[in-house]
């Protein structure tokens, strides 16, 4: 019996053996992700948090700006060769698909056919500002007008209006982003700061795009008003010695060149070139000294018009050419040109130095008077006046000039007002950038003869000294901003009785150009011509008015 019931006892150990064996072997282990990474567009691999309880995948860390949530490729291990990853019913393979984590992605996890869990799959970084740091207009009259970025709205606009007459067709903004390796377009073209030109009198819309894909618009909307403002220098670049005449409504400029450059303008503000796409007015230069016609320019023109003609006398010289340099004539039926030498006269010479007996004979300026032509002229070796013939294209005697002011002067303009002749001359060195001690000086006589005295009543014909630092009155001299003003026009009578002188002068840009200004002329209660504070005007709150 006993024996019976060690062998009943030993078949129920066996028997639940052999079925806690097959239940075992036909249970299904629960798979898992056991780890989860990401590739980004550079290559840097991101390790996530794996968290097997709630069933979420997550990074710890942020990661960095420029990943592209939207393109990463993902690598994952499980733990069971029969686990299978889906992702929106689509078989995943790692190391082999790449997903957009810009929101919540869930992976669906089988074994075999048996669907066991979901994870989703949650990837955080810092939200691309995609913004401008700065964006500004370097141009110099552009300073106060400034506009503001307002990175909630993506506008960009200038809070004090813009004056009427600055030009905002061609503006150059410099900016720059909150990431540098953003990419600023407009219209789908790359920007770069400082080199794209663009039209403000409407909105320009500028995209950022971050490398990781995402972009931001903003809308630069430049605000421009119906009141006209003066900004100095009116043109920025080579425009020195000008002359100028009106004719009717519309105003033309000439400036020193290798062949004298023209320009037009209805306002003395605005002046684009003479002709369109052409600013030269001689198709040939003149050529009447004994220099190499490649080395020498046509200096300091002046303007005139009379007989029907436009005339224009002009220098030609080179850089220490003044034994050699000298005057001549050029007309034209029509401002534009082209200027050519009168008839009978083949080269257009009046004269040169050695003939008239002028060292550094340059800076010509006609006048009219009492039915006579005459031209004054000189350059540091006095200043000088001599008559012309009755058609001006010629000197009536080379031998008889008369002595007008000393040695320290050049570019003379004569100005009539009331009962004066003024005598404009500049003085000290014209041509070292902001270093230049060039300034404008002024004299007067009752007889266009002279004697030309200054405010203390000494006879001009007595500065000899280089610069000389006891003249007054000084019209307009150099500061911190401008450097060298000097060879004013003629003065300009605006349709409101205001007059204005056109000059040049350097500004501390790095260029050695002299640069177009423009200043209102002031007369003191004695008659002498003033020019702000006696240093060029910036800005001014009027402008020529001309209806």
Not at 90 to 107: I, L, M
Not at 511 to 540: C, E, F, H
Request: charged share 20%; glycine share 8%.
């Amino acid at each position: 019996m006993k024996r019976i019931f060690i062998y009943q006892l030993f078949l129920i150990v066996f028997t639940s053996h052999i079925y806690s064996c097959k239940d075992s072997e036909n249970k299904i282990t629960e798979g898992e992700i056991t780890n989860f990474s990401v590739w980004d567009q550079k290559s840097v691999n991101h390790i996530l948090h794996v968290d097997n309880v709630n069933n979420v995948i997550s990074n710890r860390e942020e990661l960095p700006t420029y990943v592209n949530l939207k393109e990463l490729l993902v690598e994952f291990k499980v733990n069971n060769a029969d686990v299978i990853l889906k992702l929106n019913g689509k078989v995943q393979q790692s190391g082999g698909n790449k997903n957009d984590f810009s929101k919540e992605c869930v992976y669906d996890l089988y074994v075999g056919d048996i669907k066991q869990k979901s994870y989703t799959v949650k990837i955080t970084k810092p939200k691309s500002s995609n913004s401008f740091q700065t964006f500004t207009f370097p141009e110099k009259q552009m300073e106060q007008y400034q506009p503001a970025i307002n990175t909630e709205t993506g506008e960009i606009s200038n809070e004090n209006e813009i004056p009427s007459n600055i030009d905002i067709t061609s503006l150059q903004p410099e900016f720059t982003t909150s990431e540098k390796s953003s990419v600023v377009k407009v219209n789908g073209v790359v920007q770069k700061s400082g080199n794209a030109r663009h039209d403000f009198t409407k909105p320009i819309t500028y995209s950022i795009e971050g490398e990781d894909g995402t972009s931001r618009q903003y809308t630069v909307t430049l605000k421009q008003g119906d009141q006209a403002i003066l900004t100095n220098p009116v043109i920025v670049g080579s425009y020195a010695d000008p002359t100028v005449i009106r004719v009717g409504k519309e105003f033309y400029l000439y400036v020193t060149s290798g062949r004298v450059r023209g320009y037009k303008s209805t306002d003395l503000i605005n002046w684009p070139r003479i002709g369109g796409s052409k600013s030269e007015v001689f198709d040939k230069r003149p050529d009447f000294t004994d220099d190499d016609v490649n080395d020498t320019g046509m200096w300091a023109p002046d303007i005139n018009y009379y007989d029907g003609k436009y005339v224009m006398y002009y220098a030609i010289s080179k850089w220490s050419g003044g034994a050699t340099c000298g005057i001549g004539v050029g007309v034209s039926d029509k401002p534009e040109g082209p200027f050519v030498p009168p008839a009978g006269n083949s080269n257009g010479k009046l004269f040169v130095s050695t003939e008239i007996g002028v060292h550094n004979s340059i800076d010509p300026c006609f006048v009219e008077e009492d039915g006579k032509r005459y031209l004054f002229w000189g350059s540091f070796y006095g200043i000088y006046m001599i008559e012309l013939t009755a058609d001006g294209m010629a000197v009536k005697d080379l031998t008889k000039k008369t002595l007008i002011a000393g040695k320290s002067f050049e570019a003379p303009y004569i100005h009539k007002r009331g009962k004066y002749y003024y005598l404009f001359v500049s003085t000290g060195a014209c041509c070292e950038g902001m270093t230049s001690s060039y300034k404008v000086m002024v004299g007067r006589s009752e007889s266009l003869s002279g004697p030309y005295l200054n405010k203390a009543g000494t006879d001009m014909k007595t500065f000899d000294a280089w610069n000389p630092s006891n003249y007054q009155p000084i019209v307009v001299r150099g500061d911190a901003t401008f450097g060298g003003p000097g060879h004013n026009s003629r003065i300009i009578t605006d349709d409101n009785g205001v007059d204005w002188m056109l000059y040049h002068a350097y500004i501390d840009n790095g260029s050695s150009q002299r640069n177009l200004m423009l200043d209102r002329v002031k007369w003191d209660d004695a008659g002498w011509p003033i020019i702000g504070n006696g240093t060029p005007s910036y800005s001014m709150s009027i402008v020529p008015v001309f209806k």
